[in-house]
């Protein structure tokens, strides 16, 4: 990195490190002391800075609130033993940060930009990286148009933040998951591969009904047939069939994950066998009834690993044979992933991003 961010920073008064209970961490409640702020006008980024934690006021006229132009990025800081603290591949989250500003019309980030702003706030609040297994801080960095305009058009003015949350474990418990066969979250030709705030907001009534229906979380299927997988929840799905690792291919109605990116290549490294492409609902459940389908699960940072116990369609519910924590393939991709992390094995992928603290 040659130019070093400009940033000015304005540090709290009254950090609210001491009152916060490091033991009860559930995920997203709890912010750091600082965030990041920018402004995006007159065709380029300025007013780099990190505040306090707290309200910004906008006005109500603002085109994110009436046209959906905003999106989000997620990635996590981790502690290791030794008091290091790393990021894990922030180039990934800004690669795909500027592949979702492109399809919504909003202005790019120059990646040592993005990577330095979360750096910069990682660092000073790197007392509220737990220093404990399975706990990290999750930082959410995202971009919403700020234009005071009611008219359809993209915004000339934008903010970037960056908010970050200490967090504990995942809630591991196996999922019940339900085969979803009539609302779609993304089709061919939409935005289905940007982390845009539509995508999550379009998500919820179908997840809602699925949990009324007492399930934990559901697979979606193609918008034109519902026959192929595309993703589990807000995580990308993942499965061992007949002894390869099978995913769906990362095309436009699929979220493009890092976790999923980590796992193939550490799957490919192992040589076990990899097929991404198109993964059929049927095969899924040929598979459970068999026993052929010895492992499925989400792949996603905030849980990293999200095993599922169960798939229903519409006419059944199919219980996969192996437990999770027996499970060969997933366990050690998770044990693999988490030993590079927290900097208990050697990193040489080159995935931890070193926040040098000075
Ligand atoms: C964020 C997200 C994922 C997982 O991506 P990671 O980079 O691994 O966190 C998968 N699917 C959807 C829809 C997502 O929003």
Not at 11 to 24: G, M, P
Not at 228 to 233: L, N, P, R, S, W
Request: with cysteine; hydrophobic share 35%; net charge negative.
């Amino acid at each position: 990195m040659t130019d070093t961010l400009d940033i000015k920073i304005t540090k709290t008064k009254s950090s609210r490190l001491e009152q916060t209970d490091f033991n009860n961490l559930p995920f997203g409640h709890i912010f750091s002391d600082h965030m990041f702020v920018a402004d995006f006008e007159d065709g380029e980024w300025k007013n780099f800075q990190i505040v306090p934690y707290g309200d910004i006021l906008v006005g109500p006229g603002i085109s994110a609130l009436h046209y959906g132009q905003s999106f989000f990025e997620g990635l996590k800081a981790y502690k290791h033993n030794d008091g290091t603290v790393s990021i894990f591949r922030p180039d990934k989250n800004a690669a795909r940060f500027n592949k979702s500003a492109k399809r919504l019309c909003m202005p790019t980030m120059p990646e040592e930009v993005f990577i330095q702003s979360i750096a910069a706030l990682v660092d000073l609040d790197r007392d509220w990286i737990p220093q404990k297994p399975n706990h990290s801080l999750y930082i959410r960095p995202f971009m919403f148009a700020t234009d005071k305009y009611l008219g359809v058009t993209p915004s000339k003015t934008y903010k970037y933040m960056v908010l970050t949350c200490p967090v504990g474990p995942y809630f591991s418990k196996t999922l019940r998951v339900k085969i979803e066969t009539h609302y779609t979250r993304a089709a061919e030709g939409g935005m289905g591969y940007a982390k845009s705030s539509g995508n999550y907001g379009v998500s919820m009534f179908p997840a809602r009904k699925a949990t009324e229906e007492g399930f934990d979380q559901l697979i979606w299927t193609d918008a034109k047939e519902h026959k192929y997988i595309e993703e589990m929840g807000a995580a990308n799905a993942m499965f061992v069939l007949d002894g390869k690792l099978i995913t769906p291919l990362a095309q436009d109605t699929i979220l493009d994950g890092v976790t999923r990116d980590t796992v193939i290549a550490l799957a490919r490294e192992w040589g076990f066998p990899v097929e991404e492409r198109k993964v059929s609902v049927a095969e899924i459940i040929e598979g459970a009834k068999t026993g052929k389908l010895t492992d499925a699960f989400g792949a996603g940072t905030a849980a990293t690993i999200a095993s599922v116990g169960s798939i229903s369609d519409d006419s059944a519910e199919y219980t996969l044979k192996i437990e999770p924590k027996d499970r060969e393939f997933s366990q050690r991709a998770l044990k693999a992933m988490n030993d590079i992390k927290y900097g208990n094995a050697p990193d040489t992928h080159g995935w931890n991003y070193l926040v040098s603290g000075d």
